[in-house]
């Protein structure tokens, strides 16, 4: 049978967030709301493409279409790689440890896990804050009729870039000590993240604004 995530009905997938089983876990439905903000962003598009007041715009919405439709896909794998990535992890960790050399195979299997596991989020915030690049960009363009979608789609894609961030950063200290990926990752969540609060504010501010 297959149990891909993204295959399930939403409320087994609901459901299965509710157990005690960590997997699938917060990094998984941050992806999840990330594609959600990509496929709210493609509606917004579509309920404004070939109107007459949308003429000039057309390139532009086009071209966000486009970034949608790839940026949903990418967090929809996304979203079943972080589950396969903590799954690597506990089973790894499960490995048995009773020789010096299970033990030293169990050490490397767990960093090669745990590198995934970090990956995986890390990844899903800068596929998110490319959702949030194009909330920005339609929500000045789209359908008013539909600028609460767009509003709705540039709260989801910050949330799941500051949930990824989250998952990002509790497995960092699982690294080994000398991992580069430690020091990299840091980086990349100060830059990706160092001026969230103030889009959030601007594209809240946009969304109103047209809201009237």
């Known amino acids: 049978m297959d149990d891909r995530l993204t295959n399930l009905p939403v409320r087994e997938l609901i459901e299965r967030l509710a157990t005690s089983d960590p997997i699938p876990g917060g990094g998984s439905a ?27 715009d057309e390139p532009a919405l086009d071209a966000i279409a486009a970034e949608a439709i790839s940026a949903q896909s990418d967090l929809l794998r996304l979203a079943e790689l972080d589950a396969a990535a903590y799954d690597g992890v506990v089973r790894a960790r499960r490995l048995p440890r009773g020789t010096e050399r ?6 490397v299997q767990v960093a090669a896990a745990t ?14 804050a490319d959702v949030l690049d194009l909330a920005e960009r339609v929500t000045p363009i789209g359908n008013p009729n539909a600028v609460s979608d767009a509003g709705v789609a540039a ?8 949930g990824a961030a989250l998952n990002v950063r509790i497995n960092l200290p699982h690294l080994p000590a000398d991992d580069p990926l430690r020091a990299e990752a840091v980086a990349a969540l100060d830059d990706l993240l160092a001026s969230l609060e103030q889009r959030e504010a601007a594209v809240r501010h946009a969304t109103e604004s047209r809201l009237g």
């Open 115 to 128: 590198r995934e596991a970090t990956t995986a989020p890390l990844e899903t915030v800068r596929r998110a």
């Open 102 to 107: 299970e033990r030293e195979s169990r050490h």
């Open 155 to 162: 709260l989801l894609a910050s949330a799941a870039m500051r």
């Open 30 to 56: 941050a992806a999840l709301a990330g594609a959600m903000a990509a496929a709210l962003v493609h509606m917004v598009v579509a309920l404004t493409a070939g109107r007459p007041a949308a003429a000039d």
